[in-house]
C-alpha cells in the first residue's frame, strides 16, 4: 500500500513562493500517475498538476506559476508554486495512481487531473497567501 506524506506548506504574502514536496513509501510510484490537488473551503476538489515519467500537465489557473517534478531516487514529487495568489489558498494533496492515467484531447494525451483516477492520497497541507 503506497503511503504519501506531504510537506512544505505554510503562510506567505502575495507573490512569494512555497515549494511543497511529497515522499512516496510502501510501494512502487515510477512509473505510474502522480499528481497534485486542492481543495479550498466551500469549494469541489480540483487537480493542479500532474505528471508520468517527467511529462507534467496543469491546471489553466497555475500555468506559468507552478512547476511540479519527481526525484524518483527519493520517491519525492515536488511542487514549485511561484507568484502566488490569494486564490491559491487551499488544502493541498499530494496523490498516486496504481498506473498511468491519461486524458487525451484533439489527438494529444496529457496526464490525467481528475481525482477519480488516483488510488493513494496524502493527508493534505495548508497553502494560505494573504493579500
Known amino acids: 500500500q503506497v503511503q504519501l506524506m506531504e510537506s512544505g506548506g505554510g503562510s506567505v504574502q502575495a507573490g512569494e513562493s512555497l515549494r511543497p514536496s511529497c515522499v512516496a513509501s510502501?510501494?512502487?510510484?515510477?512509473?505510474?500517475?502522480m499528481a497534485w490537488f486542492r481543495q479550498a473551503p466551500g469549494k469541489e476538489r480540483e487537480g493542479v498538476a500532474s505528471?508520468?515519467?517527467?511529462?507534467?500537465s496543469y491546471a489553466d489557473a497555475v500555468k506559468g506559476r507552478f512547476t511540479t517534478a519527481t526525484d524518483n531516487a527519493k520517491n519525492t514529487l515536488y511542487l514549485e508554486m511561484s507568484s502566488l495568489k490569494p486564490e491559491d489558498t487551499a488544502q493541498y494533496y499530494c496523490?498516486?495512481?496504481?498506473?498511468?492515467?491519461?486524458?487525451?484531447?484533439?489527438?494529444?494525451?496529457?496526464?490525467?487531473?481528475?481525482?477519480?483516477?488516483?488510488?493513494?492520497w496524502g493527508q493534505g497541507i495548508q497553502v494560505t497567501v494573504s493579500s
Open positions: 510502501g510501494g512502487p510510484t515510477g512509473g505510474n500517475s
Open positions: 505528471i508520468i515519467e517527467g511529462s507534467p
Open positions: 496523490a498516486a495512481a496504481n498506473g498511468r492515467r491519461t486524458f487525451c484531447r484533439g489527438g494529444y494525451c496529457f496526464p490525467s487531473l481528475k481525482g477519480a483516477d488516483f488510488d493513494h
